[in-house]
């Protein structure tokens, strides 16, 4: 074989190898739970679900020509299985009836990561983290659609999770040290802010009876009403 020949059978692989990714992360159980035209197409044909449709998807339809799909499909080794005829694809393993234990699974198998540049792309994260281990997802955080630099990665497997958690130092990304917390601390610091806000608030709106009693007076109804129609006038 020569080098020329070499080369494409390497790019041809490489170009499997993401197809192979992309969809097994389009039957993780992560992604069927939110994705409701694929979760309702493979529940309807015992989980199958025609690769002609999956070769529309955005992020697939660079992927030419559909037999490409097909053979790399067949390369899966835990994850999908392809009908004989090969236009079909599902899971080998069905998605678990019970929703409450997928979604505990994956959140501790997931974490969140870091600071990352703000002009980040997907493509270049997902290939970071496959780096450190195999994963199903990279969810880029954001905000006012812009990208807020931090990430919530889901593994294939807890053991990996655990691992990135308890790496010391952490993974570098671009020089840069990332602070990556479980996905379960994350949402807790995140609940536990929210609740002191929710609280601040609630103190201030707490009324006593007196309050109360005033507020129900002729003269303060009065210069409420005078008040709003202040605030009124200066919104227009």
Do not use: C
Not at 4 to 15: G, L, P, R, S, Y
Not at 186 to 210: H, L, V
Request: proline content about 4%; hydrophobic content about 30%; overall charge positive.
């Amino acid at each position: 074989m020569s080098a020329e020949e070499t080369k494409k059978a390497e790019d041809k692989e490489a170009v499997k190898s993401k197809i192979l990714n992309q969809v097994e992360f389009y039957f993780s159980d992560s992604n069927l739970l939110n994705d409701r035209f694929l979760f309702t197409t493979q529940q309807a044909n015992d989980g199958w679900v025609p690769i002609s449709i999956l070769s529309q998807f955005q992020r697939m339809k660079k992927y030419r020509p559909i037999e490409l799909i097909v053979e790399a499909l067949r390369g899966s080794e835990d994850v999908l299985e392809v009908s004989k005829d090969g236009e079909m694809v599902r899971r080998k393993v069905p998605l678990p009836t019970d929703q409450n234990q997928v979604q505990l699974g994956i959140a501790k198998r997931s974490v969140v990561a870091e600071p990352f540049p703000k002009d980040s792309k997907l493509d270049d994260l997902l290939e970071f983290f496959r780096g450190i281990a195999p994963i199903n997802q990279v969810r880029m955080k954001r905000k006012h659609k812009q990208f807020t630099g931090s990430v919530i990665v889901e593994f294939k497997k807890e053991e990996d999770a655990k691992k990135v958690l308890e790496a010391d130092p952490k993974p570098k990304y671009q020089e840069a040290e990332l602070k990556i917390v479980s996905k379960a601390a994350y949402d807790e610091s995140k609940a536990q802010s929210f609740g002191k806000r929710r609280g601040g608030r609630g103190r201030r709106a707490s009324k006593t009876a007196e309050d109360r009693k005033r507020e129900k007076s002729p003269e303060r109804k009065d210069a409420g009403y005078r008040k709003r129609d202040e605030e009124k006038e200066e919104k227009e």
